[in-house]
């Protein structure tokens, strides 16, 4: 009998820190915090930040909170295999995008299943890879018309993002590696 697998859910809520978030400071202490809960938890199938009950954050805090976050995420140093961000409002999704737009970044809105942030070429890939669940690139570049060269690079960000999942999978036959893409939401194993 295979022993069980568990996958950690990690949601964050953002209001531990007050409902009104501002300064560069706040939000460095607010990321290494959350930084040192997910190592805590490691590993992570997904990260849901909560803005849930946030009023405003200011830009210096969205930024210094949420873009470097970004940052370590798409650097492999967060142990997180998805993340999402939930209880936006209309002002927090505003700043939140405005940050993510700056840095030429993307995040999941895990509330409406959208992309933010610098997300105009990726929205359809992101709707697509929707509708497919689990994929190969070239499954992918074909339905979207595209080459797989600009497949693999779409791909590549929204795994950054901690939009989409990768794995390894058995490799063709001339050669190479070979992923499998899922969306970033856990699974039970048993």
């Given amino acids: 009998m295979k022993p069980q ?27 290494r915090y959350l930084e040192e809960r997910l190592t805590a938890a490691a590993p992570v199938a997904m990260l849901t930040i ?47 995008t405005v940050c993510l737009e700056r840095r030429k970044q993307i995040a999941v809105d895990g509330d409406t299943h959208e992309l933010l942030g610098d997300a105009a070429v990726l929205a359809d890939t992101y709707a ?20 797989l060269p600009n497949a693999n690079n779409r791909l590549k960000r929204l795994v950054e993002a901690g939009a989409l999942h990768r794995q390894r999978g058995s490799g063709p036959d001339r050669g190479g590696k070979e992923f499998t893409y899922s969306l970033s939401r856990p699974t039970r194993t048993n």
Avoid: C, W
């Fill in 5 to 31: 697998k568990r996958e950690t859910l990690l949601t964050y809520p953002v209001k531990e820190h007050g409902p009104f978030l501002a300064t560069r400071t706040a939000g460095d202490r607010a990321r």
């Fill in 128 to 147: 697509q890879a929707r509708q497919l669940g689990e994929f190969r690139t070239a499954q992918l570049a074909e339905t979207l018309g595209i080459s």
């Fill in 50 to 96: 909560d803005f849930g009950g946030v009023e405003a954050m200011t830009n210096s805090f969205i930024d210094e909170f949420l873009g470097k976050l970004y940052l370590h995420l798409a650097a492999g140093d967060i142990p997180a295999d998805g993340v999402q961000l939930t209880g936006l409002d209309e002002e927090t999704r505003e700043g939140v």
